[in-house]
């Protein structure tokens, strides 16, 4: 196993402890989230006494062959607990997530949640964001261009995802993905909600305010509980 595998192992086996029976969880997207599936079959491998909700196809798929049972959003759920990745965090639990793709839909299971508990590596830890990731910003297909144009008063430096094959990366909403460059001395807060009101922008990376912990696992099995 590859120290990468090990931390996030580490981290999925800490945030399963806080699963409790009956739960209604949200699942997101990622390696350390599916390593917390994989952790969720092992805990009850009769099938998990709980519903969940997956933030993205992949995950979805691999929850049902762990025999977790999914649900929808369907207006009348509230989740307990939503346990997803982290491509970067800042010293204020602010995150950068969207790696994978699945931003959007992440945003949406989160906020249904009572609770957000990160699970990652530790070594996602940085002092400020954007160090060494882009932002994602996830944009409707038609006039992709203009959206990026007007994106660059924010984020001056983007550039569209390309997938398999050099074709443009599609969501599993059927959106484009412009990762885009974090300007060093940026006001998160502000530009968050700046990046919304761009016309054809559907979200953005940014998750600020949203979790409550952030259980970062190390190499060594290690676990750090972090919260600001």
């Known amino acids: 196993m590859s120290e990468a595998d090990a931390a996030r192992e580490a981290s999925a086996n800490a945030a399963v402890e806080l699963i409790e029976p009956g739960m209604a969880l949200g699942i997101g ?10 952790a969720i079959a092992a805990r009850w491998p009769e099938g998990a006494p709980l519903t969940a909700v997956a933030a993205s196809e992949r995950t979805a798929e691999l929850a049902r062959e762990r025999r977790i049972e999914l649900v929808e959003l369907d207006g009348s759920l509230e989740l307990d607990l939503a346990i997803d990745g982290a491509d970067e965090i800042d010293p204020e639990l602010r995150l950068i997530k969207g790696g994978g793709g699945a931003l959007l839909r992440e945003k949406v299971v989160i906020s249904a949640a009572r609770r957000f508990v990160v699970v990652a590596e530790a070594s996602k830890r940085v002092d400020r964001l954007g160090e060494g990731f882009r932002l994602p910003v996830e944009v409707i297909r038609f006039a992709w261009r203009d959206i990026r144009r ?17 074709h443009p990366y599609v969501t599993d909403e059927g959106h484009y993905i412009l990762d885009c460059a974090l300007p060093a001395d940026a006001d998160l807060d502000r530009l968050a909600a700046d990046i919304k009101l761009v016309p054809g922008v559907v979200e953005h990376g940014l998750f600020v305010g949203m979790a409550e912990r952030a259980l970062l696992g190390g190499a060594d099995g290690s676990v750090e509980d972090f919260k600001p």
């Not at 997207?29 to 994989?38: M, N, P």
């Not at 007007?150 to 050099?166: Q, T």
Request: aromatic share 4%; hydrophobic share 40%.
């Open 29 to 38: 997207s990622g390696r350390a989230v599916w390593k917390a599936v994989d």
């Open 150 to 166: 007007r994106l660059g008063a924010l984020v001056p430096d983007s550039e569209l995802r390309i997938g398999h094959g050099g």
